[in-house]
C-alpha cells in the first residue's frame, strides 16, 4: 500500500515506528499538500461572497492552481520515499570484487542524486506556490485569514524540510558543480521564505 493511501492515523502511526519510512521528507510534501489545502479553502470560502466580487475569478483560478498543487504533494509523499528506498537498495549491492565496488559507486552516487532532487522539487513547488498564498490572505476572505497563515506556515515547514533533505542528501555526492547548484538553490529559497513568513506574521497579527 502507498504511504498516501493510509489513513491520517496510520500514517502517524507509522511515522512514529522503529523504521526509517515514511520520515521527514514525506512529511514535508505532506505538509505541501496541507498548504494547498487551506489555501484553496480560503479561496473557495472567499467565491460568492458579496464583498469579493472584484476578486472572485482570482480566487477561482487559485482554486483549481491548489488542487493541482495538492494532487502533486500528496504523489510526493511516496517519491521522496521510493527515492529514499533506492538509496537504500543500491548500497546493498554486492562489493566483493573491484568491478562490483565501481559499480556500487557509480550506482550510489546516481541514487543520492535522486534523492535529492525529488525533496528539491517538493521545495521548489511549495516555494512557488509562496506568493499565491499571501495573495489569497490578503486579498481573501478576512474571515479565514487564520486559516490561510496556518497554510503559509504549513508552505513553509515543507519547504524547509525538504531543503534539509538536500542538503543532507548531497553531503554524500562527489559532483561538486551539481552540489553548488543546489546549495544555492538551498540557500536562496531558504532566505526569502523565512523572511516572508515573518512579514506575513507580523501582517496578520495586525489584523487580529
Request: net charge negative; glycine share 8%.
Amino acid at each position: 500500500m502507498r504511504l498516501q493511501d493510509l489513513t491520517l492515523k496510520e500514517f502517524l502511526e507509522r511515522t512514529a515506528a522503529n523504521e526509517a519510512l515514511p520520515g521527514g521528507g514525506s512529511s514535508s510534501a505532506l505538509n505541501g499538500a496541507i498548504a494547498s489545502a487551506l489555501t484553496g479553502m480560503m479561496a473557495n470560502l472567499t467565491i460568492g461572497k458579496k464583498n469579493y466580487t472584484d476578486v472572485e475569478e482570482q480566487m477561482k483560478k487559485t482554486v483549481e492552481m491548489m488542487e493541482e498543487n495538492r494532487l502533486h504533494f500528496v504523489n510526493d509523499i511516496d517519491r521522496d520515499a521510493d527515492a529514499y528506498g533506492l538509496v537504500m537498495n543500491v548500497y546493498k549491492l554486492p562489493k566483493e570484487t573491484d568491478e562490483q565496488k565501481a559499480v556500487r559507486g557509480e550506482k550510489i552516487q546516481e541514487a543520492m542524486k535522486v534523492a535529492s532532487l525529488v525533496p528539491m522539487e517538493v521545495a521548489e513547488r511549495a516555494y512557488g506556490m509562496l506568493d499565491i498564498i499571501i495573495e489569497t490572505i490578503r486579498l481573501g476572505n478576512k474571515n479565514a485569514v487564520t486559516d490561510g497563515m496556518v497554510g503559509l506556515m504549513a508552505c513553509r515547514t515543507a519547504i524547509m524540510g525538504a531543503l534539509l533533505n538536500v542538503r543532507i542528501n548531497l553531503g554524500g555526492i562527489a559532483d561538486q558543480v551539481f552540489v553548488a547548484e543546489l546549495k544555492e538553490k538551498c540557500d536562496l529559497i531558504e532566505k526569502d521564505t523565512i523572511i516572508t513568513e515573518n512579514e506575513m506574521i507580523e501582517w496578520v497579527k495586525s489584523l487580529i
